[in-house]
Structures are given as structure tokens and as C-alpha cells.
């Protein structure tokens, strides 16, 4: 398994601000993950984020709104940039240290 | 395209009972499901997974059932204890340890 950390645990934002969250591992992986959990709804994947190379992003999602870093193999973040209220989700990073994906305790982001 | 399917939003069963979970997937390229189980403001947590390659896994009081030809899992939990009480989603992956498609989640409350 692994022991994943992110902050800040929850923020409020106001509108047209920019918030970046961190996640941090306790052991070296080559993938990371970012999903996004709104309000009611089910995970959705942001990015994939591997160390060294440009995040893939899916669809529906881009860098200049959300951009990734991934300095290394234990850490990364995600930016949610110029926020609006409908950017109000669980942000949740991920990792996949054997078959199995193990989550972070997630960011819970207001946007007002 | 909804790829994972949870139809059951919630379902309610006494302690001690067996709880049925179900989820169906759309996507014959998927070759590898999880369930994970969410508690308000936490990650999700890993529980059970199995391969496309088997029909059942057993983990304690956990059982996942894979039929695919009807492309559909179960997930049982008997007996079912109160500290079951979460959101249960069900993911899938087209190999494991990749990115994952997430059905919208099955509220559980088990009743003392």
C-alpha cells in the first residue's frame, strides 16, 4: 500500500483566485493521479502525472485550468486556476505503488 | 457515455444481513475492477479487486463476483455491521494499476 498525504485538507476560495494542492507519498511511484469528486457525484480523472513528462490530460480538462507539476516520484501538485463555483469538488490524488490504486484524504475546495 | 454503472443510489439492510452491491460496465476492454469504500470527507479506501481472469475473490467478510459475459460485478458483505455504513463505488481499469472509470456510488447504511 502506500501513505499518501495532501494538502491543504480544505480551503475557501474566492472567485477568480487560484488554489494549489499538494500531495505527497511515502515511497516512490511513477504514476500519479488527479480525480475530482463534485458535489453528489461519482470520481472523475483530471490528469494523469508522470515524473518527467507533460501530464495527460482527459477530456474535458486542460493545463492552463488545472496545470500539474511532478518534480519528483513522491510528490506532485495540481492547480485549480482562476476559480469559479463550479470548481466547489473533493480534489483527490492517487497513486499505483502495485495493481492496486490507493487515494489521498482529499482537498475539500469551496469556491465563492 | 456512462462506461461504469451503479443503478442502486442507496440501499438499506439490517446488521448481520448480507449486503449486495452491484455495478455493470460497458467497456469489454476493461480487465481489471475495484470496489472502494468512502466515508464523508475522507479518500476513498481500497477493499476488494479482481481480475478478468477470475470469477470470485474473497477477502473476510468481502466477496467480489465477476460475470463477464453479462459485464456485471457484485460485491457481498455478510454479515454487514453498522461501521459499514459508507459510500461503495465500483472502478474499472483496461490493466491494473492504470487510470480508472468510476460508477456514481451505492450509498450503504446497515441498521443496528
Known amino acids: 500500500s502506500a501513505v499518501i498525504s495532501q494538502k491543504p485538507s480544505r480551503d475557501i476560495c474566492q472567485r477568480g483566485t487560484s488554489l494549489t494542492i499538494q500531495c505527497q507519498v511515502d515511497s516512490q511511484v511513477t504514476m500519479m493521479f488527479w480525480y475530482r469528486q463534485q458535489p453528489g457525484q461519482s470520481l472523475t480523472l483530471i490528469a494523469t502525472a508522470n515524473q518527467g513528462s507533460e501530464a495527460t490530460y482527459e477530456s474535458g480538462f486542460v493545463i492552463d485550468k488545472f496545470p500539474i507539476s511532478r518534480p519528483n516520484l513522491t510528490f506532485s501538485t495540481l492547480t485549480v486556476s482562476n476559480m469559479s463555483p463550479e470548481d466547489s469538488s473533493i480534489y483527490l490524488c492517487s497513486v499505483t505503488p502495485s495493481e492496486t490504486q490507493y487515494f489521498g484524504p482529499g482537498t475539500r475546495l469551496l469556491v465563492l | 457515455d456512462q462506461q461504469v454503472k451503479q443503478n442502486s443510489p442507496s440501499l438499506s439492510v439490517q446488521e448481520g444481513r448480507i449486503s449486495i452491491l452491484n455495478c455493470d460496465y460497458t467497456?469489454?476492454?476493461?480487465?481489471?475492477f475495484l470496489w472502494y469504500k468512502k466515508y464523508p470527507a475522507e479518500g476513498p479506501t481500497f477493499l476488494i479487486s479482481i481480475s478478468s481472469i477470475k470469477d470470485k475473490n474473497e477477502d473476510g467478510r468481502f466477496t467480489v463476483f465477476l460475470n463477464k459475459s453479462a459485464k456485471h460485478l457484485s460485491l457481498h458483505i455478510v454479515p454487514s455491521q453498522p461501521g459499514d455504513s459508507a459510500v461503495y463505488f465500483c472502478a474499472a481499469s483496461g490493466a491494473s494499476g492504470s487510470r480508472l472509470t468510476f460508477g456514481e456510488g451505492t450509498q450503504l447504511t446497515v441498521n443496528p
Open positions: 467497456n469489454s476492454m476493461f480487465d481489471y
